[in-house]
T-cell receptor, first 117, second 118 residues
Framework: GENVEQHPSTLSVQEGDSAVIKCTYSDSASNYFPWYKQELGKGPQLIIDIRSNVGEKKDQRIAVTLNKTAKHFSLHITETQPEDSAVYFCAASIVVAGGTSYGKLTFGQGTILTVHP | SAVISQKPSRDICQRGTSLTIQCQVDSQVTMMFWYRQQPGQSLTLIATANQGSEATYESGFVIDKFPISRPNLTFSTLTVSNMSPEDSSIYLC???????????????FGPGTRLTVT
């Protein structure tokens, strides 16, 4: 089955710096890669995702890149703010063309991001 | 995205008792899931809740311990039976809108139920 490794487990940055979280996956058939942000006491929130037909996707201060050959993908947060402090999870799954069938999500171990004011 | 609510939000229970967690979605969804998140850990899939039929359980989880119901496309329950302190976790309901949605493969999570077993 799929295995997703996530690094680092903790990341501490100063406000305004950039943060990068990296994940690798084992199943070359995986083609859908979402990222979740989980704040203390809340459920995970989908913040961005990427499918394997693109190499990069941006949404304001966050971006995700995908390298299919190396089987890794990364989350980039620029101009970090204290409210970015949370646990971030990457995940991988298989989506059949047309979205009519999909495998279960396999999650990474999580990264605790702390942004210091 | 779907709006998901869970009840209760937290509970403290005695060992040997059972707790039923409810999950309500504001729109019809194709797929509903139940996850467990132990303190400081990642998310582990317990089972997929199937409408009108028995849930599909992941390895290590059994129906006798975690019975699941899904009577319609917007509601599901998870029961944690005969609880022990090892069952202390966050239990999360999750949904995929599925066919007919703009992004049927996106998956959303509820706020979670924080369970402590003493």
């Amino acid at each position: 089955g799929e295995n997703v490794e996530q690094h680092p487990s903790t990341l501490s940055v100063q406000e305004g710096d950039s943060a990068v979280i990296k994940c690798t996956y084992s199943d070359s058939a995986s083609n859908y890669f979402p990222w979740y942000k989980q704040e203390l006491g809340k459920g995970p929130q989908l913040i961005i995702d990427i499918r394997s037909n693109v190499g990069e996707k941006k949404d304001q201060r966050i971006a995700v890149t995908l390298n299919k050959t190396a089987k890794h993908f990364s989350l980039h947060i620029t101009e970090t703010q204290p409210e970015d402090s949370a646990v971030y999870f990457c995940a991988a799954s298989i989506v059949v063309a047309g979205g009519t069938s999909y495998g279960k999500l396999t999650f990474g171990q999580g990264t605790i991001l702390t942004v210091h004011p | 995205s779907a709006v998901i609510s869970q009840k209760p939000s937290r509970d403290i229970c005695q060992r040997g008792t059972s707790l039923t967690i409810q999950c309500q979605v504001d729109s019809q969804v194709t797929m509903m899931f139940w996850y467990r998140q132990q303190p400081g850990q990642s998310l582990t899939l317990i089972a997929t809740a199937n409408q009108g039929s028995e849930a599909t359980y992941e390895s290590g989880f059994v129906i006798d311990k975690f019975p699941i119901s899904r009577p319609n496309l917007t509601f599901s329950t998870l029961t944690v039976s005969n609880m022990s302190p090892e069952d202390s976790s966050i239990y999360l309901c999750s949904v995929r809108p599925g066919t007919g949605s703009f992004k049927p493969y996106e998956q959303y999570f509820g706020p979670g139920t924080r369970l402590t077993v003493t």
